[in-house]
């Protein structure tokens, strides 16, 4: 009887104390790398399925994203300015900058404050995934989409896009990519927390919560467990199991 008491009281206080872990999670994010080309069918994919649907909601606090437009492209550095030559073409290369330079550009390259990257980036490179088309005269409909998400200095980032500083981004990215593999195997590549790994790099293809959500520390997001937290589940399973026992006796 006694022994019961004291062992429902302790599991009370383990429970408590668990729950009440990691509820900052601002400086525990997953670091999320994303290693993309503009016109590459995958990577659109990831970007419009997986990656901005995903983010939208809480998951969204939990993340700290990088985004790498780059893949299999050749850097050469010819006399004095980089060429590049990308997986999908030409019109590949002129996206990645244009990528890039939005990246650098929107906002200063800050993240919006609170999150772990700048929301107007985010959605404008998701729309300029999704709308990209080879065969049309625009292939990348940077004004459409910088109406949708407002972006307000287009004007700065088709500059920048055009210009070596657009040459010097991308070389860096480079630089960043070559760090993970060189040459990449697989486009796009998603690295969690610095650390590649190929079944992580897959399943966020289909199912990037679920990949996510294994890196995520302590009580996890609505989305990671449907139901909400687990470990309360755990918890009051056990509690259960306690109170019939005392019954019992
Ligand atoms: C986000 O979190 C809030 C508060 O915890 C919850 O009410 C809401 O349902 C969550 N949203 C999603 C999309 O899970
Ligand atoms: C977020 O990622 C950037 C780029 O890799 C890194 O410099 C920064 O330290 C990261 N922040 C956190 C909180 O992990
Ligand atoms: C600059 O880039 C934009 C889109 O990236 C393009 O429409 C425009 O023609 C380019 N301008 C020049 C002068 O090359
Ligand atoms: C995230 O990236 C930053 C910068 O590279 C690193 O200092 C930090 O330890 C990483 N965080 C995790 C959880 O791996």
Redesign the pocket.
Known sequence: MKLQLILSFVLTIVCVLAQHENHNHEDQRVNVSVYYESLCPDSRKFFTLQLYPSL????SSFVNLTLVPYGKSKATFDINEWRFECHHGEQECQGNKIQACALKHIDNGLNTPGYGFNKISLAFINCLMDKADKNAKVVFPTKECATYNPVNNLGEIENCANHTSASNYLAMFGKLTDQVQNPLKSVPTIVFNNQYKQADSDLAQTNFVKALCQYIKGEK???CTRNGGESLKICIGFLSILAVLWNIH
Do not use: S
């Open positions: 939208q909601g809480n998951l997001p609505a989305e």
